[in-house]
Structures are given as structure tokens and as C-alpha cells.
């Protein structure tokens, strides 16, 4: 029983750390796309200003939670995916330094050069986790051991691939709604119109993706055997389409409040598919890493489930708190007395 609902926690945190950070990646990757001039870049950077390292907060707990509750998961996955979670690891340094360095002197050169890497910084982490999630659905080639049997190219398939364009664009089109929705003038109906241009692109994946998924992953296995299930399918394909209807109707707020939902429910169907798998392999299943025999024991799951029954909902009320308070209106005044970006 406890290993189930950790199972869950550790899902439904992955998931929130998407829907948050989402928002910022994405809007990092579209920075080219959006931003014409100065005062454009370092709006876009204060509209993200207050929030990005709080959001990453959810991508360390989702860590520690592998490592605590599903030790082997966390060997085997950091282990077998070295590669690609340094290059995430570095990315995500490079974005947090570009953001801090690239206000500190007054040179288009220098800030060019942070520019750049808050860029790769923002691009990399969204394809890699997409290609990292979409190989865990597919299963990874590990044997009894754990021991993976493959490399960084091993992971680049057609189905992690697939994922990874997935998660950019849903990525893309958060970061251009929380950018509208935070934003007057030229910007906002730049960015408005960019996430009109994402949004039937993104439709077209998020339908061959989940055909793709039919194919090459047993997800859909849970849903067969539980068809009350599916209904979780109806959030996230009623937030895309309802999603449509507000970015014409300029109710940017609404929309990005539906793509959250859509990332969020989206990461939730696939969890809830791979139970009870954490790391099935596509060697053998019997080779796979479960929620049985790949989790701490019962003193470590109690005590754990203690601590986070206490400190998660402060986490939560916190960052409600902070968006609540932070996420208004920018415009050319609130620049002045900004020190930073």
C-alpha cells in the first residue's frame, strides 16, 4: 500500500515540476521568437524572474523522491541515463548563471552571450525530458541486474524523439501563454499569436503521440483492464480544445490555467499507465524495476510519508502565495527599479 501511493507522489511530482518549470523553459526556448529588442529580453526575463528556481524546487523533490523511496529506480535510472541527466544537469546550471550574470555589465555582446545560453539552457532540459520520459514509458533496455544496455543513441528512437518535440511544444506554448497573460502591448500580441501558431502544431503531435504510444509502449494495458480510467484522458484532450477557444478569445490567464492542466493530467496519464512499473525493461519485463521490488522499506516510506503530510502543503501554499503576489501585469516602468537580467 505505501509503495503505491509513494508510487503516485512520485508521479504527481514529476507532473507539477513539469507544469511549473514548463512555463519557463518554454519561454526561455521561444526568447528568439519573441523578443525584438532589449526592453522585450528583460521583460521576458522578469516575467520569470521571481519564479524559475522555485519551480526547479519540484525537480529536486521529484530527485530525492526516487532516491528515498525507490532506491534501485534512482541507481539504475541515473546510472543508465547518465548521459543524458548531465547534459540536463549542465543545461540547467548554464540557464541559472546566464540569468544572473547576464544584467551585470552593459555590453550587447555580453548579454548576447547569456542570451545564447539561457537559450540552450531552457531547449535542452525540455527535449531531454521528454526523450527521458518517453524511453521509461517505451521500457529501457536493463537486465536483471539493472544494468543498462545501450547509450545516449540507444535513447534518441523514434518514440523518445516523438516525446521530447512533445514536451518542447507544450513547453512553448505554456511559456507564450504565461508571457500573454503577463504582458501589454507588442509582446503580448506577439506572444498570443506565436501560441496560436503552436497550438494545431501541437495538436497534430499530441494526437500521433499518443497513436505512437498505442504502438510502442504497453500504457494503455491499465486502461484496458480499468476502462473507468480513461476517463483521466478527458482532462487533458477537453484543455486542449477548450484551450483554443481562449487564446481567441484573448483570455490568456484561462488558457494558460488549461495548458497547466493539460501538462499536468497528461504526465499523470502516463504514470498511472506504467504502474507498477518505475523502470520497465524492454529486454525482459521480468527484468523490471517495480514499485515492489524496487522500493525502501516500510520504516522509510512511514517516516517519509510523514514528512512530506507536513512540508508539501507548505511548499504549495508558499509558491500559491508567491505567483498570487508576483505574477502581475510588466510593463517599460517596472524596469527601472529591476537590478537584475
Not at 32 to 51: C, H, N, V, W
Not at 221 to 242: E, H, K, R, T
Request: with cysteine.
Amino acid at each position: 500500500m505505501l509503495e503505491t501511493i509513494w508510487f503516485l507522489l512520485w508521479g504527481v511530482l514529476w507532473a507539477v515540476y513539469f507544469m511549473l518549470d514548463g512555463y519557463d523553459l518554454g519561454l526561455g526556448s521561444m526568447i528568439p521568437f519573441l523578443a525584438k529588442s532589449e526592453t522585450d529580453r528583460q521583460i521576458i526575463y522578469k516575467s520569470m524572474g521571481p519564479f524559475w528556481d522555485g519551480n526547479e524546487v519540484w525537480l529536486i523533490a521529484a530527485g530525492g523522491v526516487t532516491f528515498a523511496a525507490f532506491p534501485k529506480a534512482y541507481a539504475v535510472m541515473f546510472s543508465g541515463l547518465y548521459t543524458a541527466l548531465m547534459l540536463l544537469l549542465i543545461a540547467l546550471i548554464l540557464r541559472g548563471v546566464a540569468f544572473e550574470f547576464r544584467g551585470q555589465l552593459e555590453s550587447k555582446l555580453w548579454r548576447k552571450f547569456w542570451d545564447t545560453l539561457a537559450i540552450i539552457g531552457s531547449f535542452v532540459p525540455a527535449l531531454l525530458l521528454g526523450v527521458a520520459f518517453a524511453n521509461i514509458f517505451q521500457g529501457i533496455p536493463i537486465d536483471a541486474e539493472g544494468v543498462f544496455h545501450g547509450n545516449l543513441f540507444t535513447l534518441l528512437n523514434a518514440y523518445g524523439i516523438g516525446g521530447g518535440i512533445l514536451f518542447v511544444l507544450l513547453f512553448a506554448n505554456h511559456g507564450c501563454l504565461w508571457l500573454a497573460a503577463r504582458t501589454e502591448g507588442e509582446l503580448n500580441v506577439r506572444a498570443g499569436n506565436m501560441s496560436s501558431i503552436i497550438w494545431p502544431v501541437l495538436v497534430a503531435v499530441y494526437v500521433a503521440f499518443l497513436a505512437l504510444s498505442a504502438v510502442y509502449t504497453k500504457l494503455l494495458s491499465n486502461y484496458l483492464q480499468n476502462p473507468a480510467l480513461l476517463l483521466i484522458l478527458i482532462i487533458p484532450i477537453f484543455s486542449l480544445v477548450a484551450m483554443r477557444s481562449m487564446i481567441s478569445a484573448r483570455k490568456w490567464w484561462k488558457a494558460w490555467t488549461l495548458s497547466a492542466a493539460l501538462i499536468l493530467t497528461t504526465t499523470m496519464f502516463g504514470i498511472i499507465g506504467l504502474f507498477p512499473a518505475l523502470l520497465p525493461s524492454s529486454l525482459n519485463p521480468a527484468f523490471s524495476v517495480t514499485t515492489m521490488n524496487g522500493s525502501s522499506s516500510q520504516m522509510t516510506l512511514k517516516i517519509m510519508l510523514c514528512v512530506a503530510l507536513v512540508m508539501v502543503p507548505i511548499v504549495i501554499i508558499y509558491q500559491a502565495w508567491l505567483h498570487k503576489k508576483f505574477a502581475t501585469k510588466i510593463t517599460e516602468e517596472n524596469l527601472a527599479d529591476h537590478h537584475g537580467y
